[in-house]
Nanobody
Framework: QVQLVESGGGLVQPGGSLTLSCVVSGSILSIAAMAWYRQAPGKERELVGDLTAGGRANYADSVKGRFTISRGDARNTMYLQMHDVKPEDTAVYYC???????????????WGEGTLVTVSS
């Protein structure tokens, strides 16, 4: 069984910074691409950015230059550094990863349950 657990959400003032973490655990053989998504109230889930297996990061235009995605040295952790946050960044942020397991060598996408980020003064 695979678990993705996000943490680090909370209330932050406009212009402030916040770092989210995602830790992957379970019967993992390998983790390929990882990504952060978000879903604002009343809106569809959208891609914030992703990190390819080769380490290249891609970002949505709305966060480019403000957010940074990285993986930890242990490779089972992903971070989202958020700077100069805006009220429109308010959303539940989800971790997503494509993971091969002992039960599925081909891999499958997995999701965390999300962490809420609220940007407000």
């Amino acid at each position: 069984q695979v678990q993705l657990v996000e943490s680090g959400g909370g209330l932050v003032q406009p212009g402030g910074s916040l770092t989210l973490s995602c830790v992957v655990s379970g019967s993992i053989l390998s983790i390929a691409a990882m990504a952060w998504y978000r879903q604002a109230p009343g809106k569809e889930r959208e891609l914030v950015g992703d990190l390819t297996a080769g380490g290249r990061a891609n970002y949505a235009d709305s966060v480019k230059g403000r957010f940074t995605i990285s993986r930890g040295d242990a490779r089972n952790t992903m971070y989202l550094q958020m700077h100069d946050v805006k009220p429109e960044d308010t959303a539940v942020y989800y971790c997503n990863a494509f993971i091969a397991t002992t039960g599925n060598f081909g891999g499958a996408p997995y999701w965390g349950e999300g962490t809420l980020v609220t940007v407000s003064s």
